[in-house]
């Protein structure tokens, strides 16, 4: 079974940095796009990225473009998303997310197959 265990999450100020960290496990993940979320209480699920696993072509919408920035470790099974220059209205849940493969529009999230439990992330003023 897949898992994706979200890290990372926490509070910090306005104009700060954080890494957050996605842990996977449960399969070979050779192909397909790790991807991040974000979600607050009541609204849609964003897309912030992604990135293939193979190729570690990243996807980003001009949102974030400049300040988020994914990577990705394949020995480890690890995704990450550094976010800098972080403003209140970050503020969210993040979600990371798998695809069982290529294909289709990643920025949706009906695209990605495994979800995980989401992190936290606060940033005050």
């Known amino acids: 079974q897949v898992q994706l265990v979200e890290s990372g999450g926490g509070l910090v100020q306005a104009g700060g940095s954080l890494r957050l960290s996605c842990a996977a496990s449960?399969?070979?993940?050779?192909?397909?796009?790790m991807g991040w979320f974000r979600q607050a209480p009541g609204k849609e699920r964003e897309f912030v990225g992604a990135i293939s696993w193979s190729g570690g072509r990243t996807y980003y919408p001009d949102s974030v473009k400049g300040r988020f920035t994914i990577s990705r470790d394949n020995a480890k099974n690890m995704v990450y998303l550094q976010m800098n220059s972080l403003k209140p209205e970050n503020t969210d849940v993040y979600y990371c997310?798998?695809?069982?493969?290529?294909?289709?529009?990643?920025?949706?999230?009906?695209?990605?197959?495994?979800w995980g439990q989401g992190t936290q992330v606060t940033v005050s003023s």
């Open positions: 449960g399969r070979t993940f050779s192909n397909g796009v």
């Open positions: 997310a798998a695809t069982r493969a290529y294909g289709g529009d990643y920025s949706l999230r009906r695209s990605y197959d495994y």
